[in-house]
């Protein structure tokens, strides 16, 4: 064996692995190998890219932030319009040596990544806004109790996008970490809908909290903008024909003088301090705003209307289709039907606003609003009468004598189609030939009827909210009440 190993030592084979060897542990030693060479380039690249994204994610954060669009017309660095976000990179270049190298880096065509390009700005808005949702879902989930609240909305591609906004009580705050009552609400997303029924809309809820992981048995208050599809109604005013055609025309009317500067001026010559507004489906006061005009000044409105008919030099083909459309809505306001629809529904609408907007006030006493859903429910069934309607018609035949039209509904049409009984016993249909007596029965009681129904189960609502939270409210005079009403009241609250 002696002799085997003398004789390995000497092998060339040997003597050369063995200087190999050595090199390696002094490389080693001295961190010099050629895989420490490479790894730190890694180290560098990484450095590199990770000041890069740190510029990135913190410009991000600063458009969202600000609400502020992305991206322009263009999309290349130093092009005109090419948007906020490359805009903002070249203005950070000016000062920034990381990012003045990286856009030098750029404009000599030595990267081929860059990540200033729509994918990454889009990804990078898509990990904050997961980040975000994780940390309010978290302190969600902490809080226990929460309530929802939810919109619709058609967006430009006229899909229905539903709003989720999420309400709870963090009793931490988050800078200082100490304790802290605060109410939080937060914007959670928009979900795509299919259908606005109320069912899907439940199972589209249920399904969202679901994958949240929100427990739906810790849910404590739900607010929707379409309640009456929640709660499967009929839609506001579009429980009667004659109501949807009434504010067809209101509609109309703004959409004519708005479509054009020269109309515009004609309205402005016959009523200087006249501003027509358009109707909103989301807005409920804008009713009230688009109505007064027309319930105060539709004299003028006509006049402006018949002005643009009677024009003898129209601009073309164009003009003359202008002229009939004045024409026809011209014609379909000066209608006693219309007048009496006028006033009532400002009549009703006035007085709506007016518990509207005090519902809406977050500073709202619950003892107020509870006394003026009363007075509003007081007020709309005391207009479910002959004299006030008599009143109203009384309102109307003022606005037909400034527009000098016949103030008596017309005749309706005597022919009618005969529907063939299915049994013998079956009396004769009897339809209501007297055109005013049909107005109020068909078109002014039901629309008071409706409303009175809707004001109704908001003042029974309030009440039930006044029984359980109205002595939260009305803290200050507590000490005035005995302990023994104070610890019914905090039962029941308890209990509920």
Known sequence: MSTILSSHERNVNHIDNCQVWRELEVRLRENKTIDAMHQKKIKQQESYWKQILQRLI?????????????????????????????????????????????????????????????????????????????KILNSAKLAKYYSII????????????????????????EKTQQP???????????????????????????????????????????????????????????????????????????TFFAGSTKRWHILQKHAANLTIKPLSDTRWESRIDA???????????????????NDLNPAGYSGNIMRVEAKGIADGISTFKFLVSLITWYNILFEINIISKLLQNKNADIFVCTKQLEVTKNYLVSCRSDENFEKNLSDATLLANELDIDANFPNAPSRRRKIKKQFDYEAEGVSIQDPKQNYKISFYYMIIDNAVNAIQERFNQMQEYCALFGFLYDIFNLKDKNEADILMQCKKFESA
Do not use: W
């Open 58 to 134: 913190a410009l991000v954060r600063t458009l969202g932030g600000q609400n502020l669009a992305f991206r322009g017309s263009k999309d290349k660095l130093y092009d005109h319009n090419n948007g906020n976000y490359l805009k903002f990179i070249e203005y950070l270049a000016l000062f920034d040596p990381v990012m003045n190298e990286h856009l030098q880096k750029v404009k000599d065509a030595k990267l081929l990544v860059h990540y200033l390009g729509k994918d990454i700005q889009n990804e990078l808005i898509q990990l904050l806004s997961r980040a975000i949702r994780a």
């Open 150 to 173: 939810l919109d619709c909305t058609p967006d430009i591609s006229h899909t229905e996008q539903m709003t989720i906004i999420i309400r709870f009580v963090d009793v931490m705050d």
């Open 180 to 254: 802290d009552v605060v109410m939080r609400e937060h914007f959670l997303g928009f979900v795509p809908l299919q259908e606005t029924i109320g069912a899907f809309i439940s199972k589209t809820i249920v399904d969202e909290l679901e994958q949240m992981g929100l427990q739906i048995d810790n849910l404590r208050g739900q607010g929707y903008d379409n309640g009456s599809n929640m709660k499967g109604k009929i839609n506001g005013v579009s429980c009667s024909l004659e109501a949807t055609s009434f504010f067809n025309i209101v509609q109309k009317i703004y």
């Open 291 to 309: 109505l007064k005009p027309l319930r105060f000044q539709i004299s003028k409105i006509y006049d402006a209307l018949m002005d643009i008919y």
